[in-house]
């Protein structure tokens, strides 16, 4: 084989692994991100109790099966809570 071909192989072979080494680094840094991402954040004691009404009203179901016909979404949330809240509120925000 000619050195000129040799010395070819050889540049093409490094940056073959300039690159694989290159993606390596890149998908070592978008882990690291998503392990970040991924860290437990503690809940407040509003979002506890939130968690805990759409279990027991539904089961945390968007679309629940088992609505009376009034209820609504995964809050289970009836008209008179609407009414109530728009009540507070002082306009009609909130509709259902």
Not at 56 to 78: F, V, W
Request: glycine share 4%.
């Amino acid at each position: 084989m000619k050195t000129l071909d040799r010395i070819s192989i050889y540049m093409c072979v490094a940056l073959i692994m300039y690159i694989i080494f290159s993606e390596i680094q890149s998908i070592k840094i978008e882990i690291q991100s998503i392990k970040i991402e991924k860290q437990f954040v503690p809940l407040t004691d509003f979002e506890l109790i939130e968690l805990a009404i759409m279990w027991q009203e539904s089961k945390a179901n968007p679309n629940p099966k088992y609505s009376d016909g009034e209820s609504e979404g995964i809050l289970q949330l009836t008209p008179i809570y609407v009414k109530e809240a728009n009540r507070i509120l002082g306009k009609n925000k909130y509709t259902l």
